[in-house]
């Protein structure tokens, strides 16, 4: 085999394989052998047709099709590796030359990894942040854990309704004095304030009393659903059966006891703080990360091949769809609620996907460049990090890691590796910032994932 390439562009190559004809021989038997059960020829019964006599019946050209398959993923694969090349997709195959007892020639160009200059990696300028664990922050948390723990009760006789309260509510509405679709309820469950109904209807009903009825007056929105009563007025005959207000228990020992596993409140305080911190921690370190990589990034010129950056968006959508998933909302839900399509979606991502694809360039550049690789013990330790929260399955999902993600624990270590390496010569400037109680402390990613790194965070990768 005579394998040449030349290079098309920064981001493609073209190659010329010339394969000998005896291998083409070869294959040509190989496809009579697979086809020839299915070619009735007069004479013969079926499949005992002999090779010469089914060129002559149907044409050499029967066979040309298998036979090229076989030549081609046989020879590719060796012509790559000759030519010293590393493609990202699928090659665009020309054949130029196929005829029994000549050499088969075809052309294969395509996209392989970007040549670039990396920039010096050294000596970075960033910020870390130091994110600081206040006394609001764990009284933040024990707000939450009161919240969880209030328990639902109907007030005492007498009482009013009132903003946060539940009404539990018959109701009829009429618009010019005709019922209609979904206009009735009984015994219906209405949070005041929740903004459920429209208009000011549960304003309405603030200082009822269990027993009182009302008549309460709204206007329907003139883009409301509802064809047959958007933009009218309407009356809904209002009775209150029930008040139901929160009871918050005490912030005290007894409640830290009946929350957790701690005795005392100070207790389930200093675990609070203590996780905070943790979540603190592993939050600024993937912000450094982030800071550096994206230091480095802004130093490198990478012509970024198409392919690479469909393939990063292709990720990046499947992750965004696992997540709203998590939440309930398939991708159809998603696509009707914000009226996109799915090609705005992948647009909501190009520019994240082309951060991604750029810093992984970088960061495998720098694994090349330093020689850095990753130990048998170093991938085992890593299984056992992503693992150990997984209890009883912890072992099953360990094997499967080692066995179908080895690659990818690999990954990880040298990624780590590379952002040590980055950050023992870097100039470092401290930033002090508090903890944000907007994503609470569980959103923080660990950016030493492979596929994590440097995502641009003015994206949509957080959604």
Avoid at 260 to 289: P, W
Avoid at 369 to 385: F, H, M, Q, R, T
Avoid at 391 to 403: A, C, F, I
């Amino acid at each position: 085999m005579n394998v040449t390439h030349e290079k098309v562009d920064a981001k493609k190559v073209k190659l010329e394989v010339t394969v000998e004809a005896a291998k083409l021989d070869e294959a040509i038997r190989k496809s009579y052998k697979k086809n020839v059960k299915n070619l009735n020829v007069q004479g013969f019964r079926k499949g005992k047709a002999p090779i010469a006599i089914v060129k002559q019946f149907y044409g050499i050209e029967v066979l040309f099709d298998d036979a090229s398959d076989f030549l081609l993923n046989d020879s590719y694969p060796q012509a790559i590796e000759e030519a010293g090349i590393k493609p990202i997709d699928y090659p665009k195959i020309d054949i130029t030359q196929m005829e029994e007892g000549k050499d088969f020639v075809y052309t294969a160009e395509v996209e392989v990894y970007p040549e670039f200059d990396l920039p010096e990696y050294k000596g970075l300028e960033v910020e870390k942040p130091v994110i600081k664990v206040t006394d609001h922050d764990i009284d933040h948390e024990i707000e939450h854990l009161v919240e969880r723990n209030g328990r639902i009760e109907s007030k005492p006789e007498g009482a009013e309704l009132a903003k946060g309260d539940i009404a539990v509510i018959n109701f009829n509405g009429k618009v010019d004095g005709v019922e209609f679709e979904g206009g009735k309820g009984d015994n219906f469950e209405l949070e005041i304030g929740s903004g459920m109904f429209i208009g000011d209807f549960e304003d309405q009903l603030i200082g009822s009393k269990v027993g009182d009825k009302k008549v309460v007056k709204v206007t329907f929105p003139e883009d409301y659903q509802a064809e047959e009563v958007k933009g009218k007025d309407a009356e809904f005959d209002v009775e209150v059966l029930d008040i139901k207000g929160k009871e918050f228990p005490e912030v005290d020992d007894e409640f830290a006891s009946e929350v957790s596993e701690f005795e005392t409140l100070e207790e389930l305080k200093a675990s609070i703080r203590e996780g905070l911190e943790e979540d603190a921690a592993a939050r600024a370190k993937g912000e450094l990360n982030n800071n550096l990589i994206k230091a480095l990034a802004e130093k490198a010129e990478i012509d970024i091949p198409e392919a690479m950056i469909e393939s990063s968006i292709d990720r990046l959508v499947r992750d965004f769809e696992q997540r709203i998933q998590q939440q309930g909302i398939s991708k159809e839900m998603y696509l009707q609620m914000t009226g996109q399509n799915e090609s705005a979606i992948r647009d909501m991502f190009r520019d994240n996907a082309k951060n991604v694809v750029k810093n992984d360039l970088l960061i495998e550049a720098i694994v090349e460049k330093e020689g850095i690789e990753a130990s048998e013990e170093e991938v085992n330790a890593k299984a056992d990090e992503i693992t150990k929260m997984y209890g009883d399955q912890k072992e099953e999902l360990r094997e499967m890691l080692m066995k179908n993600n080895r690659k990818d624990l690999e990954m990880e270590v040298t990624t780590a590796k590379v952002f040590e390496l980055l950050l023992e010569s870097a100039k470092v400037t401290e930033k002090e910032i508090t903890v944000s109680h907007d994503h609470g402390h569980d959103d923080h990613e660990d950016h030493e994932g492979h596929d994590h790194e440097g995502h641009d965070h003015e994206g949509h990768d957080h959604e």
